[in-house]
Structure formats: structure tokens, C-alpha cells
């Protein structure tokens, strides 16, 4: 299973973009969250940053959609040339039909769950998504604290991806740090959204390679 850093950048400085993208150039993905004050109560960007960033960024784009009515929306941003476009479940309302539209598209499809919402219900569409993102805080704002009551549904995740053996991500997001990293990895996650503390630190290559060290030790033992 392998490990995947993926920078938030809600925690960077939005007035030089650029630059903060090249900060995380030995990530594997730069993690952007769409957020549009409805589905969650917080507005950052959308669709033509989305696209800007896409160009510049050296490494792949790993879209968050937080937002109402993605059956709508999402596709764009796998047109735009996102990597990976994560809908959200609690606002999907044809998630096979869009997860394939996006693959379609060339993108990873994604499916997120809030903190509250069980997992055993997209059990049996796992065939037709590429990633499940278990949101370790409630999505809307960066920094913070990790929800340790998410870690038996991250294990859930993973068992039933291993049992289904197909080659499924497991995604977190919210709280991660080199104090929390590693009881995500023994649970079952292998992708790591982190966003202060990579961009709180004047050396965000060394966090990134601290996370993926922890990550890769955890799933070791």
C-alpha cells in the first residue's frame, strides 16, 4: 500500500499561489478544497483558480469538492485537468453516474464522508470509486484538531477494501500531523491530507518527508 502526502493549501498564502505549489513540489499531490458556503460555511475558490493552479502546479491536483449539487459541478474540474475530484456523499445524488463520468473524464473519482456520516452504505459501490475520504474534522475550515472517534471507521474502510480486493485509496483529512499521521496509517489510510503542518514549518519538503516516513513506519509494523 503505498503512502501519498497530499498538501493542503487552504493553509497557504493565497496572495502567491505559485510559489506555495513549488514549496510542495516533492508532495504527490497539492490538495485544493472547493468550499462554497452552502454545503459547508466557509467560500474559497473555485473553477478558474482551479484551473490556473492546474497549470502551474508541479505536482497532480487532488480537488476536495465541499460543495451543494457536485452531480452539477465536479465534472469541470476533472476537465480542467484534476488528477483526482472528490464529491462529497451527504450532497451526491447519483454518486455511481458521476464517480464514472469522472473517470470518463481522466480523473480519480473520490467519495468523502463527514465524521457523522457510516461508511457501510458506500461499501458496495466501492468498485466504482477510486478513493474514500474519511474527514478526520468537520469540513469547512483548516487547523483543526483531529477526531480520534474516526479511526474505527477508517479500519472499517480498509477491511472492506481488502476484502473486496480492489485497489481502493484511503484518504484523510483534518488534523493531520507527525502526532497524528501514524494512527491514521495503522488504521488504513495510505493518503494524507496535511495542511498547517506542512505550510506552518519554513522547510514544508522536511514535513512532507517526516509525514511519509511516520505513514510508511506505521504500515510497516
Not at 499561489?17 to 490538495?31: K, N, T, V
Amino acid at each position: 500500500m503505498d503512502v501519498a502526502i497530499s498538501p493542503s493549501i487552504l493553509s497557504a498564502d493565497f496572495t502567491n499561489l505559485e510559489a506555495e505549489l513549488h514549496r510542495i513540489a516533492d508532495a504527490d499531490f497539492a490538495h485544493v478544497d472547493v468550499m462554497d458556503n452552502h454545503f459547508v460555511p466557509n467560500l474559497t475558490l473555485g473553477l478558474p483558480v482551479v484551473e490556473r493552479i492546474v497549470r502551474v502546479s508541479p505536482v497532480p491536483i487532488d480537488v476536495h469538492l465541499m460543495i451543494e449539487d457536485p452531480d452539477r459541478w465536479a465534472p469541470a474540474y476533472a476537465e480542467a485537468g484534476a488528477a483526482s475530484v472528490t464529491f462529497h456523499a451527504e450532497a451526491v445524488r447519483a454518486p455511481v453516474r458521476l464517480a464514472r463520468e469522472l473517470r470518463r473524464l481522466g480523473a480519480r473519482a473520490g467519495v468523502a464522508l463527514r465524521p457523522a456520516t457510516p461508511v457501510e452504505p458506500y461499501l458496495d459501490l466501492l468498485a466504482e470509486v477510486d478513493m474514500v475520504l474519511v474527514m478526520t474534522v468537520e469540513p469547512g475550515f483548516g487547523g483543526q484538531s483531529f477526531i480520534e472517534g474516526t479511526l474505527p471507521k477508517i479500519r472499517r474502510t480498509r477491511a472492506a477494501i481488502a476484502e473486496s480486493g480492489l485497489d481502493v485509496w484511503v484518504q484523510v483529512d483534518g488534523g493531520i500531523s507527525a502526532e497524528t499521521v501514524e494512527r491514521a496509517a495503522e488504521a488504513g489510510a495510505n493518503v494524507f491530507v496535511a495542511g498547517s503542518a506542512v505550510y506552518s514549518s519554513d522547510d514544508a519538503a522536511g514535513r512532507i518527508a517526516d509525514l511519509r516516513r511516520l505513514a510508511q513506519g506505521a504500515h510497516r509494523h
